[in-house]
């Protein structure tokens, strides 16, 4: 590690790859500019950063060459060598080089690496200090004349990647920025008994602003969130996909200066919490805000809780499971989960409590947050001990098998009768094996067909009710906690949906990866069709073939599939067996603080495949 | 200061400006003034709002980097600036944080292009207004401030190392004070002073102690030691004190880690480790102290670990599997963005490749783990392929010769076990067998495939040795069946299996995996594929097979012959286009083997195909193509041919549909527009006639004269009808002797009645017979005569300014000779020649340049060229055939125009040489009647002289009697002349020029003496010898002409004014009779008489204009 992690410069561009903010690091920048004047020959030399003009332009530039911002990723038949794709590595739609060219001097000039983050409209540029060699490497492997590395091998991204912590630490940086500039900064969400949910680190300072005296600051008021809209994303475990939205806020560059300025003055970061960050700007430090006397207090911890102590933790477990209904594949069912954590004690206190109820052959996985001291791999009984930051924070991740069996299982069947009309069946048992106090909160299950519109549907399920969208069919089967509560549930759901006459989608012209290669004998033989055994599989084929690529981000494609999907909510014990005792909670030194536990279990995804039709399999090693 | 003050919006610009362009904007906005000085009286303007200050802030330290450095006065400027914000109770704390951080940074840039302001005091001062706000640990309001001045105050150490290495005893005590959260900002600012310590070493004693500070914070002075750039070999162990008091504030620093947020554990990381190496601290402390890092879900943290790993790696031996399945997490874990799952799996793939080396057990574990490589059915399709790669990773380890078998869980079978690694890898995305082609399982798929195919042969690995056992192995195998498999299954995946197999191909190592593929393909999959339009999509592959010279066209061929049948046989109203389609993808492909192959090893098969594509196609433009391409296999030498396909840009396998129009999509071929080129294409395009004229002629008799002349009767009215020619007047508009006769077709010749004795109607009957077969060129193809030529041209010309290497071999030599195709000479002449049709050659090469001047460059090859220059020389010339039907027999020009192609696509076009026509191209033997025995002809023929001699005689009786000529439509009637021509030349050379040049023409000879001597040298036969007995009228004494006719000798008299004396006293030897028929139905006579010194040549001809010519022709003949 022969320098950390810094950063030489950074641009935001808009939807239309318009430059709309760029900072650039002098001091970065000037280390950059010796090393490559220390490395220089006749192939490399230093050159200024772009500015902000014709990094536009050589972004556009790449746009156009690689297909799309973010680029084909793998070596594709349309790749060049000499552009990212030639690497042939998904993560150069990420660490994405741009060649800028100099207009007065004709040179073209390799910028490598920069951070690509999409978020919302903006594209999110970061260029983190590498050394001259990196730079001469990448550039080697984007211009190597044979078919591609061998992995292990040859001159390869992977040990470039591992040598480079600043590559890591600028998507840190460039992550931060992204949730900031669309106002998505938000803390994880914790729920107290009291309420929904309470609030975040500057809840807990609520009230102290404009007031001297930390004596005035009240107790945090657990007040309703406002964007508890976006607790999921943290903890849905869906794919988390960077595809642009759009109408978001106009970027305020203030913010993001102020910003920058404090979490990296001189290009290096030092502290990308974006919640302290605007609590020291907001708020400032009173002259009663003063330090614990025996300790120093964590970087990440500039305030102080005072107030009413207590802790509270809530374990949230996402189930995910793909559900085939067929003996020669297996179904799978993971939970990933995570404990979160608001911990309002005052001092500088360390909170301790054993892992028990995890069962360490089902629990794949445990990591923690920073703040945690755990044991050097101990046995079973592993205790975590950690001082606690102020705000709501994930304390834990954890990767489990379903400790029971799963919570909704059964078959869905829909076979096409006929090109426009599909018969379906659903046949679910909710709750199976399961007791109380696990309750279901609620319950659905939909139908999506991206690629056809729904013109109606017949069909009466044994509990629950059905609407359909344009694009969907939704079944509610529990929509409230008292209908359901600790005894299984059985739920048929035979019927019809019609469909608009299928209508080809015209190709996009770019976007998909290898999409040049039309089939141009397509027209030419339909005269198969006769053969076709039956009507399914016409329909099939004949939708198959203008499937669109998907990204690289995506599983597979899902539109190239029929299933539905369900989602649910569940409140009780976790199906991990991830839990807290909250006696065996210790707090040190001790004082006197309620300790509340609250648990979830939601669904992520969970899929029931058409047990008729195709679907995408793994393969599960017999560990 | 100069220049006006810029209000905020101007500056608002001003920035903006900037931003988008550069320094070079700014211009316009300053009028000069310095950027700087603009700026700071900006910022101390008190009605400037907080955020513009800032921006201009920013804009100062962008402005730093392209700026030259700015002078000293303007950073002491700069310097009073921040102290009167930093003192002002009003300025907000961002305005100050920021005015100290940019002033650093202007500073750094600035003092680092110019080293002599180090030792300066704005540096001191700036160094030391720092240490003041520093100074106050623990203070409250302004902690954050603290901070960040800290964080200045290390950027100027890590610019000018060991700046503040004497003070290095206050910053420990300071970071020991701070308890609140910026104490993270003091420990970083101590543990970079001292890394530069640890590291550069200083001299002196100032800073010996750690406890005991000897030097007062402030005044601050730059250390002597950077001013003047030495370090010492100062060795810290060496001062027990020191190395003690060091290894306390390293114990001090490692209790931090805790209390700093992950970015701030980098930087320390950075400065920590090198102290820790050179203090030889414990590893092990270090892993105490630091593994907790791998165990978070911070994946900077976890990269931080790896540092530390691969700095201790011996401290952490045994632990590879515990770390690479902990990375392997981040990957795992869904709540991450999927960047980091992917970084996570690179660090992985990175790890291995560090560890694994040659050893054993480490490729044991790896291979142990790789259950758990298994892509997940969530996972993101790029989580997949990285997967993917790991799982080839394990394969490339299997099967690694060196590798002992014997791990777990491979114990069986090595081969089977990277069978199933792949297999089971592969389901995840197995989707590609059904999807189509573009999509991103199949991108992914093929990739994977990829790398399982060169796991076992990376580029790096310069051996070749694995080849035969990578071909050999199951996996090989494997993925050879699968190709084939889904191929045959899917023909969508057609597409994807040409470009994994181009990719292959274009690599310098593995071209060999590419030609292998092909070869299996060729093996296994075409005889699998169904032979109906199917096999349409699979065309992309067979123009891969059919340009690879590693396989043989055979297979393919015969594929395609049995295509070419069903499509024939499938043929009906509505498959037209259809039939066109794969007709012309047929041919693309014999196209592209034409291309790329040996003509011989394709010819059978390949002429096979086309012949019968030619003759059976349904659809009429394959047939024509087919044909093409036959024609141009048959008779195009092989490279040139190549060079012909490949025109017009249509690189092998870039485009294999425009196959069919190849020869009609060819990009307009420019036209050869150098003026200098094109004006003197004669000066390198030489046509010549093979038998050069023995007349050079000058001259010739214009037509228009004489058909014009009323009072000699047209020849052209003896063959007229009542039917106007019209034909003629289209096809031939240069014929102006034609237009003539028209004009003339009222005077019709009245058909005369006559009584004529036996003899006369013996020798009309002859003539009848004889002219009934003439033909009449206005209602048939008239009687043609041929002028042999050759065309070459000056390889030189074409080949611009190309080197030839005379020192090359021949062989190369030819290949890289220019080329000329299909070239069109056409003809006209203002002669009645009729029209002559053009002459096409479809290919020559240029004649090499002249070697003559080399070879006494290269004296070994003196020999060589002389030797193979003749015989090659015909190769560079093309024969050419000039046909011509002449209306009247008489010399002229024909007038030669070339079209041709070079090889760049280029038309040359333009006039060569005129090609002249001498009188002698007009002699022709008499036309012989169909029905005439073979051993009649000689005495045909003399019968045939005899007549016409006496018809030709001026007062002869038949003189109005007209002959029908072939076809019974034109009838033409005889006008004769006589003259005579005495050739002083001695006999022999006489006789060996009428063998020359008359011998086909001579009918009969007469005279013992010239019969022997004739006879004897043998070259005319077949004619009619005679003695002067067996003709009665002959005599050898007397003149040759006919005693019954006195006024013959008169006649001669008269005709030969010059008072030529005919040599009576000369023994007269013999006699030849000459016969010449001159198309288009004319007749010239000679009879040769023959002394020792002297002929006397009797000339007769129903022609007279000839007799102008025949004088010249004569004695060109006998007496040059």
């Known amino acids: 590690m022969q320098s950390g992690c810094c950063i030489r410069g950074l641009w935001i561009l808009n939807n239309q790859d318009f430059v709309i903010f760029s900072r650039k690091f002098p001091v970065v920048e000037r280390r950059w500019r010796v090393a490559c004047e220390k490395e220089s020959d006749d192939n490399f030399k230093y050159h200024l950063l772009p500015y902000d003009s014709e990094l536009a332009s050589a972004f556009a530039d790449r746009k156009k060459r690689e297909g799309s911002a ?3 990723g793998i070596r594709v038949s349309q790749s060049v060598k000499g552009s990212d794709s030639w690497v042939d590595d998904p993560i150069t739609r990420h660490v994405i080089s741009l060649h800028i060219n100099k207009e007065e001097k004709g040179e073209s000039n390799l910028l490598w690496p920069l951070i690509l983050h999409i978020k919302g409209p903006y594209s999110i540029l970061v260029l983190p200090l590498v050394e001259p060699h990196h730079l001469k490497s990448y550039s080697r492997m984007c211009n190597r004349s044979d078919c591609g590395s061998a992995v292990g091998a040859d001159e390869n991204l992977s040990s470039l990647l591992l040598d480079l912590p600043s590559i890591t630490g600028a998507f840190i940086v460039a992550h931060t920025i992204g ?128 107030g009413k102590q207590r802790i509270l933790f809530t374990i949230h477990d996402t189930v995910h499971a793909a559900m085939y209904d067929r003996d020669e594949i297996p179904d799978s069912i993971t939970i990933s989960g995570q404990v979160n954590c608001r911990a309002e004690l005052e001092g500088l206190p360390d909170v301790s409590f054993p892992l028990t109820g995890l069962d360490t052959a089902r629990v794949q996985s445990l990591t923690f947050h920073p703040c945690a001291q755990v044991p050097e791999h101990g046995g079973d009984k592993q205790a975590i001990t950690f001082s606690p930051p102020l705000g709501n924070f994930v304390l834990m991740h954890y990767q489990a098998l379903c400790s029971v069996g799963p919570p909704i299982k059964g078959f869905y069947q829909l076979s096409m009768v006929s090109e426009n009309e599909g018969a379906f069946l659903f046949k679910l048992s909710l709750m199976e094996g399961y007791k109380t106090p696990l309750t279901i909160e609620f319950c659905a299950v939909t139908m999506p067909f991206p690629r056809r519109r729904v013109v109606s549907f017949d069909g009466t399920p044994s509990i629950g009710t059905v609407s359909n969208t344009d694009h969907s069919v939704e079944w509610k089967i529990i929509t409230n906690t008292r209908s359901a509560s600790g005894k299984s549930i059985e739920a048929t759901f035979p019927g019809t949906v019609r469909f608009a006459p299928w209508q080809a989608q015209r190709m996009p012209s770019f976007g998909s990866a290898i999409g040049s290669v039309a089939d141009e004998d397509s027209d030419l033989e339909t005269e198969s069709s006769g053969s076709m055994v039956n009507v399914e599989d016409q329909i099939m084929e004949k939708m198959s073939k203008d499937l669109q690529a998907v990204d690289l981000e995506d599983p597979f494609c899902w539109q190239a599939y029929n299933y539905a999907k369900v989602s649910f909510k569940m409140i009780g014990p976790s199906l991990s067996g991830m839990s807290i005792d909250p006696k065996s909670v210790s707090i040190f030194p001790a004082v006197k603080a309620t300790v509340e536990i609250s648990t979830q279990v939601t669904s992520g995804d969970y899929i029931l495949w058409n047990t008729l039709g195709k679907c995408p399999v793994a393969a599960t090693p017999e560990a | 200061m100069a220049g006006k003050l810029l209000s905020p919006t101007e500056w608002e610009s001003v920035i903006d400006d900037y931003n988008l362009g550069g320094a070079a904007n700014l211009h316009r906005w300053t009028g000069g003034a310095s950027v700087v000085d603009l700026c700071i009286s900006s910022l101390l303007r008190k009605d400037f709002p907080v955020q513009l200050k800032l921006n201009l802030l920013t804009f100062l330290e962008h402005d730093s980097l392209d700026d030259s450095p700015l002078p000293s006065s303007s950073l002491s400027r700069l310097i009073d600036a921040l102290r009167s914000v930093i003192q002002s109770p009003s300025d907000p704390f961002a305005l100050k944080d920021q005015f100290l951080i940019s002033t650093t940074a202007i500073f750094i840039t600035s003092l680092l292009d110019n080293d002599e302001l180090i030792s300066g005091s704005p540096l001191r001062d700036l160094v030391e207004l720092f240490l003041t706000i520093i100074n106050r640990p623990n203070h409250g309001l302004d902690r954050h401030t603290r901070g960040v001045a800290c964080e200045c105050l290390r950027q100027l150490e890590l610019a000018f190392p060991c700046l503040l290495s004497e003070i290095t005893p206050h910053l420990w005590s300071l970071c020991q004070s701070e308890r609140t959260h910026v104490s993270q900002w003091y420990v970083l600012l101590l543990s970079t002073t001292i890394l530069n310590v640890v590291k550069l070493k200083p001299s002196g004693t100032s800073i010996s102690s750690m406890s005991n500070a000897t030097i007062p914070l402030i005044p601050f002075s730059v250390p002597q030691f950077l001013i003047d750039g030495v370090g010492s070999d100062f060795v810290w162990k060496e001062k027990e004190i020191c190395y003690k008091e060091l290894r306390r504030v390293v114990a001090f620093l490692l209790e931090c880690p805790q209390y700093l947020t992950p970015f701030g554990l980098v930087e320390f990381m950075v400065a920590i480790i090198p102290v820790a190496e050179e203090l030889e601290l414990q590893a092990s402390l270090m892993r105490v102290q630091f593994s907790w890092l791998l165990y978070t879900f911070e994946p900077l943290l976890c990269h931080i670990f790896l540092g530390i790993y691969f ?91 060196g590798d002992a078998s014997g791990l777990k869980g491979v114990e069986a079978d090595k081969g089977v076990y990277q069978v199933t690694l792949f297999k089971d890898g592969l389901v995840s995305v197995s989707a590609f067998k059904w999807l189509p082609p573009w999509s991103t399982e199949t991108a992914v798929a093929f990739r994977a495939f990829h790398k399982f195919l060169i796991g076992g ?63 299996t393909l060729d093996k296994h999959l075409l005889p699998e594929l169904k032979k109906d339009y199917s096999l349409g999509s699979y065309f992309p592959i067979f123009e891969r097979i059919s340009e690879n010279d590693k396989v043989s066209p055979s297979g393919l061929l015969e594929l395609l012959m049995r295509f070419t049948i069903f499509l024939v046989e499938k043929h009906g109203p509505d498959t037209g286009l259809k039939s066109w389609h794969h007709g012309s993808k047929i041919l693309g492909i014999c196209r592209t083997m034409l291309i790329h192959r040996r003509s011989s090893s394709l010819f059978t098969g390949l002429s096979k195909l086309l012949a019968s594509t030619s003759l059976h196609f349904p659809d009429l433009e394959v047939r024509d193509n087919a044909r093409f391409y036959l024609r141009m296999l048959i008779c195009v030498p092989g490279k040139k041919l190549k060079h012909i396909l490949n025109m017009g840009g249509n690189l092998p396998g870039i485009s294999p549909s425009t196959h069919s129009g190849a020869f009609f999509n060819l990009q307009f071929p420019r036209a050869l527009s150098d003026p200098k080129r094109s004006g003197s294409i ?27 002349n009323p009072d000699k009767p047209g020849f052209f009215e003896g063959i007229r009808d009542n039917e106007s020619p019209s034909d003629e007047t289209d096809t031939d508009i240069t014929m102006s002797g034609n237009i003539i006769s028209e004009s003339e077709m009222l005077h019709q010749q009245k058909e005369p009645l006559r009584v004529m004795d036996a003899k006369i109607s013996e020798i009309v009957s002859c003539l009848r017979r004889h002219f009934s077969f003439i033909p009449d060129y206005r209602h048939m193809p008239g009687i043609k005569i041929t002028i042999s030529c050759s065309l070459r041209f000056d390889s030189e010309a074409l080949s611009g300014t190309r080197e030839t290497n005379t020192a090359a071999n021949v062989f190369d030599e030819v290949d890289k000779l220019p080329a000329i195709y299909a070239t069109v000479l056409k003809f006209t002449s203002s002669a009645p020649y009729g029209p002559i049709s053009s002459f096409p050659i479809p290919f020559l090469l240029g004649s090499p340049p002249k070697n003559d001047k080399h070879v006494t460059q290269s004296d070994s090859l003196a020999i060589v060229p002389v030797e193979n220059g003749h015989a090659e020389e015909e190769n560079f010339k093309a024969p050419v055939c000039i046909e011509l039907e002449p209306r009247e027999p008489m010399p002229g020009l024909v007038d030669v125009f070339i079209e041709s192609n070079a090889e760049n696509g280029q038309i040359i076009r333009g006039q060569l040489h005129s090609i002249s026509v001498g009188i002698e191209d007009m002699f022709l033997r008499a036309i012989l009647p169909d029905d005439l025995a073979e051993d009649d002809v000689p005495s045909y023929y003399v019968d045939l002289f005899n007549a016409l001699w006496e018809a030709c005689e001026s007062s002869s009786s038949t003189g109005r009697e007209t002959f029908v000529l072939k076809g019974g439509k034109g009838v033409s009637a005889i006008s004769g002349t006589r003259s005579v021509k005495l050739l002083e030349v001695p006999l022999t050379s006489l006789v060996q020029a009428v063998e020359r040049h008359l011998a086909p023409f001579v009918v009969c000879i007469i005279g013992e003496q010239l019969v022997d001597m004739v006879k004897a040298r043998g070259v005319i036969k077949d004619i009619l010898w005679k003695d002067f007995s067996s003709d009665s009228s002959f005599d050898v004494t007397c003149s040759p002409t006919s005693s019954k006719e006195p006024l013959y000798l008169k006649y001669l008299g008269d005709e030969d004014e010059g008072g030529v004396q005919i040599p009576t006293s000369k023994k007269n030897i013999g006699y030849f009779q000459i016969l010449i028929f001159l198309p288009p139905r004319f007749h010239l006579l000679f009879q040769m008489e023959l002394c020792d010194y002297s002929t006397l040549v009797r000339i007769r001809t129903d022609h007279w204009p000839c007799l102008a010519y025949v004088d010249d022709y004569l004695e060109a003949l006998f007496l040059d």
Not at chain 1, 222 to 247: H, I, L, R
Not at chain 2, 339 to 362: N, S, Y
Not at chain 2, 696 to 703: I, N, T
């Open chain 2, 682 to 708: 004669a000066s390198y395009i030489h046509i010549e006639r093979v038998m050069p004229l023995l007349v050079k002629q000058s001259w010739s008799l214009s037509l228009p004269n004489f058909g014009i």
């Open chain 2, 457 to 519: 042969s990376p580029h790096a690995d310069a051996s070749s040795s694995s080849v035969g056992t990578l071909i050999e192995s199951d996996i090989f195998y494997t993925l050879q069946k699968m190709l084939v498999d889904s191929t045959s299954e899917s023909k969508g995946l057609v597409p994807v299996i040409v470009a994994c197999i181009d990719r292959l191909l274009g690599c310098h190592k593995h071209h060999w995996l590419g030609e292998h593929l092909l070869v």
């Open chain 1, 70 to 72: 973010r680029g084909f």
């Open chain 2, 311 to 401: 700095k201790f790696l011996d401290s952490f031996q045994g632990q590879e599997l515990e770390v690479a399945s902990r990375i392997m997490l981040l990957s795992k874990e869904p709540q991450h963005h999927l960047v980091f799952r992917l970084l996570g799996l690179h660090w992985i793939l990175g790890f291995f490749a560090l560890i694994v080396g040659e050893d054993e057990a480490k490729k044991r574990s790896i291979l142990d783990m790789s259950l758990r490589f298994y892509p997940t059915i969530f996972d993101p399709l790029a989580i997949k392929a990285l997967k993917l790669d790991l799982l080839a990773y394990c394969s490339s380890l299997i099967c690694n010769p």
């Open chain 1, 179 to 306: 949730e900031i500039i669309l106002g998505e900064a938000v803390e994880p969400e914790v729920v107290a008994a009291s309420s929904p949910s309470v609030g975040g680190l500057l809840d807990s300072l609520t009230g102290s602003i404009g007031i001297s005296g930390i004596s005035a600051r009240p107790k945090p008021v657990a007040a309703p969130v406002a964007a508890s809209t976006s607790s999921g994303t943290a903890v849905s475990g869906a794919v988390m996909s960077d595809a642009p939205k759009m109408g978001s806020r106009p970027l305020d560059k203030d913010v993001l200066r102020s910003f920058i300025s404090s979490a990296m003055p001189f290009g290096t970061p030092l502290d990308l919490s974006y919640s302290n960050i605007s609590a020291i700007k907001t708020t400032g430090f009173s002259s009663a805000d003063t330090p614990p006397a025996d300790r120093k207090q964590p970087a990440w911890k500039p305030y102080l809780y005072r």
